[in-house]
């Protein structure tokens, strides 16, 4: 038997281990970096208290997988793996799974590292001292105080902290896991509670902007069908009213003002002196008198909403009567307002 069939070879797949000391799975490049593999090997040496360094090589290469162990052996072509030191072996898979990275780069992430959203304070200060590994900061404390402080997602929080003198990175690490513990307990006392005021008239205002309102809140809000818009805003350009030119009468008429052919003179852009434009009623609109609207739709909330403040407007209110249920009711015209109000005598 040749020297290199003295050295057991690794399995490929399945997880391997030597006989009364445990087991200890390959080296997966895809899962973990060289240096932590590495590192947890050791522990395992220490645990199975194997100190000889040819005992640790044949350990190694029984454990570390077939991948593993192709790559060692390419790397220290033409020497052998028997006759080469663990020690060499493991410097040489080091710098090749695990190339130091620049200095400079490393504190340059380290700097860009900023707290991601949903990232609790602990696994930010965990990714920071996992990025300052290789900065080689002269005093990483300091480091860590300053990328912690300037990296928060918490305005209010980081002008705290920058409001005190002697700031240590333990008493930023307290403050800010004590301000996230708050803020965790707020958010359960709130989702524990009914919805609050606030939000019930935001979902309210929200509701009442989309085209399906749904009941939510005590508001008597009525809701009106708007008109369909004319296809044409801008009037007839032939005439001037509002329709659509193609289907004018007068699209063949002659200017008597310019003397161009496609439109009447009240339509004519050429003329200087126009008469203000007025919308005549007919005599049958005159004698009818003002006309009632009637409301397409009254949605009926049960659950009182209180009012906390309404502001008063310096300007003078437009009011109509409004007939609700053949019962006449005096309103203010709703100017732009999300929601039309009325007090409570009223209602009663």
């Known amino acids: 038997m040749s020297a290199e069939e ?40 220490a645990a199975q208290e194997i100190t000889d360094l040819a005992l640790q090589r044949a350990t190694f290469f029984s454990l570390c997988g077939r991948a593993t162990f192709e790559v060692a052996r390419a790397l220290i072509v033409p020497a052998q793996l028997q006759t080469t030191p663990f020690n060499v072996i493991r410097e040489k898979l080091r710098n090749h799974f695990s190339p130091q990275p620049s200095e400079i780069a490393c504190q340059h992430a380290f700097y860009k590292r900023d707290q991601a959203e949903g990232e609790t304070i602990a696994g930010f200060v965990t990714a920071l001292r996992q990025t300052a590994m290789h900065c080689n900061f002269m005093d990483l404390e300091t480091a860590l105080r300053d990328r912690l402080v300037c990296g928060l997602r918490d305005e209010k929080l980081q002008r705290r902290l920058f409001a005190k003198k002697e700031l240590t990175f333990r008493v930023a690490f307290e403050e800010a896991l004590a ?59 032939t005439c001037g009213r509002n329709h659509d030119k193609r289907h004018c009468r007068f699209r063949d008429a002659h200017c008597r003002v310019g003397g161009k052919k496609g439109h009447i003179s009240w339509a004519c852009r050429a003329s200087r002196f126009k008469e203000p434009r007025t919308q005549h009623k007919s005599w049958e609109q005159q004698r009818r008198g003002p006309q009632v609207e009637e409301c397409h739709s009254v949605i009926n909330y049960s659950d009182p909403v209180p009012i906390q403040s309404v502001q008063m407007s310096t300007h003078k209110k437009i009011k109509v009567t409004v007939y609700i249920q053949e019962v006449p009711c005096e309103m203010e015209v709703d100017s732009g307002s999300a929601l039309s109000i009325i007090s409570e005598v009223t209602f009663q």
């Not at 989702?191 to 935001?202: G, I, S, T, Y």
Request: charged letters at 30%.
């Open 6 to 45: 003295a050295v057991p070879h690794p399995g490929s797949n399945m997880t391997v281990g030597m006989t009364g000391r445990g087991h200890f799975e390959p080296f997966d490049e895809a899962a973990e970096d060289f240096e932590s593999y590495i590192t947890r090997f050791d522990f395992y040496l």
């Open 179 to 237: 301000a996230e513990a708050a803020d965790q307990s707020m958010c359960e006392v709130r989702m524990a509670r009914n919805l609050p005021l606030p939000q019930r008239l935001e979902a309210i205002h929200q509701g009442s902007m989309g085209e399906d309102t749904e009941e939510e809140g005590g508001v008597h809000r009525t809701e009106t069908v708007k008109a369909k818009r004319d296809e044409v805003s801008h009037g007839c350009t």
